[in-house]
């Protein structure tokens, strides 16, 4: 049967004991199915440049009147008459991946075998937080850069926490082109300006480092942490080492008679760390205590270690007036002191395990201190020398 396809004629077409196909006289290939039950869809018939039959759904009769049906299947001749295959795309398109199933690729594929469990860790916790709930549910294909670009807008307040999750979606989409999700050179977290971090860098004091210090030999500190807490901080002092390398750090890496810490994986790879006086003072006390064989910071249950320091770090640093400190900036004033000892980049490299020298040009000017010392003090030795020669020439 053929008729002009029509909003009333489609109406009018009565169901029978099978399938009743109507096809549009407008248009070659395009008809309206209509089942036993009267449902009515159109669709289109068309072969592909392989020969190969095809006939599928455009839309429900209702929901889509003929008018725009027409239109969808002018459309996918056109495309039919360029060799491409409407039908293929739209099933392509039903089963291409997500942008949740694209995270869940990259976590076990990606991060698992390439990263720290602290970066996966935050990997994750990006996307829990920011990717899926954003754009999880979106075709990994059909993800655009305006969207790339909004989620990052979205966390403005916070820079790092914001570029942060750029890069990682930058890296997520540019293993998608890699493995045949999206066409190459379409990484929708490309050209997307990266918002300004401003870099905090808060030192101790003297005076501030012996007020911390103090605090955490009292007996207040004793009520507010546990021995473990507190000598872990202690350890983050005295070592200029950081958080997680602290708090995992196993017996079996210590060797107190060689005074050395060595480390098997770091940030920067295995790494040998050298000990002070004191550092080896806090940690024989930990060896001669017997808390745990295994975790030098023993947590609650044995054999595991301490897993969270910052709310005891909260409590100690509030009674050393100290509310402005983060744990990182230990690390800092460890350095910070090293430069202002007059020890050279290079040391202070060794000293923190930096791998590139950059990382520790930041405490650059604080090295130049003992040097403008040295040079007022050469400098009022001259003066005093010049004074005495107009004395005596008098």
């Known amino acids: ?36 039950k009267g449902k009515r869809t159109y669709f289109l018939y068309y072969r592909t440049k392989e020969g ?27 495309d039919v008459a360029q060799g491409k295959d409407p039908s293929q795309a739209r099933t392509q398109d039903r089963v291409a991946p997500t942008v949740r199933e694209l995270c869940a690729r990259y976590i ?25 709930p954003a754009i999880g549910a979106k075709k ?30 930058s890296k997520m989409f540019s293993l998608a082109e890699r493995w045949g999700l999206r066409p190459d050179n379409s990484n929708p977290a490309k050209n997307i300006d990266r918002y300004r971090e401003e870099k905090r860098e808060r030192f ?8 911390l210090w103090q605090v955490l030999n009292s007996d207040a500190a004793t009520s507010k942490a546990s021995p473990a807490a507190i000598a872990a901080i202690k350890l983050l002092m005295l070592t200029g080492r950081r958080l997680n390398e602290v708090l995992g750090l196993k017996w ?35 060896k001669a205590s017997g808390r745990d064989d295994t975790y030098v910071i023993a947590g609650q249950r044995k ?4 897993v969270n320091l910052q709310k005891p770090w909260r409590a100690l640093r509030a009674l050393a007036g100290l509310d402005d400190v983060r744990i990182h900036d230990l690390r800092h004033t460890f350095a910070s002191i090293g430069a202002g000892m ?35 003090a050469i400098g009022a030795e001259l003066m005093r020398l010049t004074e005495a020669s107009d004395q005596i020439a008098v």
């Open 303 to 306: 054999g595991a270690p301490l």
């Open 204 to 211: 101790l004091n003297s005076a501030e480092v012996a007020r």
């Open 140 to 169: 990994v294909v059909s993800v655009t850069r305006a969207d790339i670009a909004a989620l990052h807008h979205a966390l403005r307040a916070t820079p790092y926490e914001a570029n942060r999750m750029l890069a990682m979606a």
């Open 52 to 78: 190969q039959q095809r006939r599928p759904t455009i839309g429900v009769h209702g929901p889509m009147r003929p008018e725009a049906a027409r239109e969808i299947a002018r459309r996918w001749l056109a």
């Open 342 to 376: 007059g020890m050279s980049l290079h040391m202070l490299g060794r000293l923190l395990g930096h791998t590139q020298a950059a990382t520790t040009s930041r405490y650059a000017h604080l090295a130049q201190d003992p040097v403008r010392s040295a040079a007022d």
């Open 108 to 132: 076990a594929e990606h991060a698992e075998t390439r990263k720290k469990d602290s970066s996966i860790r935050n990997d994750r916790r990006l996307i829990d937080a920011h990717v899926l």
């Open 1 to 36: 049967m053929k008729a002009k396809l029509t909003v009333r004629g489609v109406e009018a077409i009565k169901p029978g004991a099978a399938d009743v196909i109507v096809w549009d006289s407008e248009l070659a290939g395009f008809g309206c199915k209509v089942t036993p």
């Open 252 to 286: 079996a890496w210590v060797d107190l008679d060689a005074k050395v810490l060595r480390l098997p994986d770091t940030k920067n790879g295995a790494l040998l760390v050298s000990l002070g006086d004191a550092a080896v003072a806090v940690l024989a006390e930990l």
